[in-house]
């Protein structure tokens, strides 16, 4: 019912449409054709002060940290949890150190339970954090996992790339636009997402992999990503350009 209104309004009403991604434009052309009027894509954006590599959160030496920062895995959204361990599991098969998940975001107990008694590497659920600890969560791992099924432009991969923590996932959604080759790690999903087929997790854990040989590289991309394009002042001034034009 919201996207029928949304429709409406975008169809009838709008003088300008803003979409967050290229993935977004595209959904929403293919489902209700293109705008009359001007449009573009505007890309989420963060402070990248308060969002940067510098602060406490220093990543352990004697393991892999894997973090994953959602505002909930339920509803539907479990199955990214599910994902997330399967990653830690075959990443830890192809290393020599020993993997931890942790997962920031809401999680049902009987997930929790589920996982901690059946996964082969430790995971670590803190619930939902005050977004003032997400810069030191993010500091605090050696890479960030977009666990969102088809994620239209989540600020937790735009603030983990800030904190110059590299992020990986399969090629869908918008991730693909978001994550270059240089800030991460994203391998074709091998089926299809909205029909939630199973992914291609050895082939993003071989990615991952090759990744963490070079990690302090990929550390500096992610950084210079957000850099790039996802600062909170050319957000705005974007924003500015449609409101004002």
């Given at each position: 019912?919201?996207?029928?209104?949304?429709?409406?309004?975008?169809?009838?009403?709008?003088?300008?449409?803003?979409?967050?991604?290229?993935?977004?434009?595209?959904?929403?052309?293919?489902?209700?054709?293109?705008?009359?009027?001007?449009?573009?894509?505007?890309?989420?954006?963060?402070?990248?002060?308060?969002?940067?590599?510098?602060?406490?959160?220093?990543?352990?030496?004697?393991?892999?940290?894997?973090?994953?920062?959602?505002?909930?895995?339920?509803?539907?959204?479990?199955?990214?949890?599910?994902?997330?361990?399967?990653?830690?599991?075959?990443?830890?098969?192809?290393?020599?150190?020993?993997?931890?998940?942790?997962?920031?975001?809401?999680?049902?107990?009987?997930?929790?339970?589920?996982?901690?008694?059946?996964?082969?590497?430790?995971?670590?659920?803190?619930?939902?954090?005050?977004?003032?600890?997400?810069?030191?969560?993010?500091?605090?791992?050696?890479?960030?996992?977009?666990?969102?099924?088809?994620?239209?432009?989540?600020?937790?991969?735009?603030?983990?790339?800030?904190?110059?923590?590299?992020?990986?996932?399969?090629?869908?959604?918008?991730?693909?636009?978001l994550v270059t080759a240089e800030a991460g790690a994203v391998t074709f999903y091998g089926g299809d997402p909205w029909k939630l087929d199973t992914p291609n997790v050895p082939a993003l854990a071989s990615a991952v992999a090759e990744m963490?040989?070079?990690?302090?590289?990929?550390?500096?991309?992610?950084?210079?990503?957000?850099?790039?394009?996802?600062?909170?002042?050319?957000?705005?001034?974007?924003?500015?350009?449609?409101?004002?034009?």
């Amino acid at each position: 019912m919201k996207n029928l209104l949304l429709a409406f309004i975008r169809r009838f009403y709008a003088d300008r449409v803003v979409y967050q991604s290229e993935f977004i434009k595209s959904w929403w052309e293919d489902w209700y054709g293109r705008t009359r009027v001007p449009n573009r894509v505007i890309y989420n954006g963060v402070d990248l002060e308060r969002y940067s590599p510098s602060g406490p959160g220093g990543r352990p030496a004697d393991l892999v940290r894997i973090m994953v920062v959602e505002g909930s895995l339920t509803h539907g959204q479990e199955v990214g949890l599910s994902w997330a361990v399967s990653l830690a599991e075959k990443l830890r098969e192809l290393q020599s150190l020993p993997v931890e998940l942790v997962v920031a975001a809401e999680v049902a107990e009987s997930q929790k339970e589920y996982w901690k008694s059946r996964a082969a590497v430790p995971v670590n659920f803190l619930g939902v954090v005050p977004r003032e600890r997400i810069p030191e969560l993010d500091r605090s791992a050696h890479f960030y996992f977009s666990a969102e099924i088809n994620p239209p432009c989540p600020n937790s991969v735009i603030e983990a790339l800030a904190c110059g923590l590299p992020v990986v996932g399969f090629g869908m959604g918008s991730l693909p636009e978001l994550v270059t080759a240089e800030a991460g790690a994203v391998t074709f999903y091998g089926g299809d997402p909205w029909k939630l087929d199973t992914p291609n997790v050895p082939a993003l854990a071989s990615a991952v992999a090759e990744m963490l040989k070079e990690l302090p590289r990929f550390q500096t991309g992610a950084r210079a990503r957000a850099e790039s394009a996802f600062g909170l002042d050319a957000m705005v001034e974007k924003y500015l350009e449609v409101l004002l034009d």
